[in-house]
């Protein structure tokens, strides 16, 4: 079995699996499960569907991926829902990290292809738990009404099989293509995020961003879910 770093296991102020109302929705989520397979598969599914996908939330701050404040807003994007699901692995005594992809994304929404000025998606979060001495990869960003609005299957996930975007939707046009891995993490590297951000879509843009959260005490005042869908 592979000598596991205590780190994957231990809360951080952003991953705070040691938070009350973490361990109380953790408790609640597994319902007396023992089996640790059992246990990720419910906390999947809770994060999944019971967390709105929202690419408008704040990005910037140690505390806008705050699991804690993640689970009370109900919503965040997928690094916000990764932390969210790595907390409460964590907090049921499963190894759990933070892994990042960049991913081109051929199905979205033209008000947020305008928003980031291209279809890369950089630094998209994703979970992995050690279950039954082995990593598996675990894809809580989209809820089941995004992914019947998009027509696209939403993503399954058994505790056994990685659990990533699917290449194609329901229609079989492109959906999803990884096309850069930038590795694991105990944390979230914030820091390392805003660069990355600021690297791909511009300095000028990604401040732009932050200003309007900062007049608007960190509401976008946009609804992805009530965006135009673009195919192709």
Known sequence: MEEMDPRYLNPTTI???EHPT???HAEKTIQGSTDPVEKAVKLYYAVRDGIWYDPYYP???PEHYRASNVLKSGRGYCVCKA???C???RACGIHSRIGFADVKNHLATKQL???LGSNLFVYHGYVEFFLEDKWVKATPAFNRELCERHQVEPLEFDGREDSIFHPFNLENKQFMEYVADHGVYADI???ILVAGWK???GKDRVMGWIEMFEKRGGISGRDFSEEDVVKG
Do not use: M, N
């Open 87 to 89: 907390a409460l692995g």
């Open 189 to 191: 590297p914030v820091d």
């Open 15 to 17: 991953i705070d699996s």
């Open 113 to 115: 292809l305008e928003f």
């Open 59 to 61: 990005f910037y701050l």
């Open 83 to 85: 932390s969210l699901l």
């Open 22 to 24: 973490i361990k109380a």
């Open 199 to 201: 690297a791909t879509y």
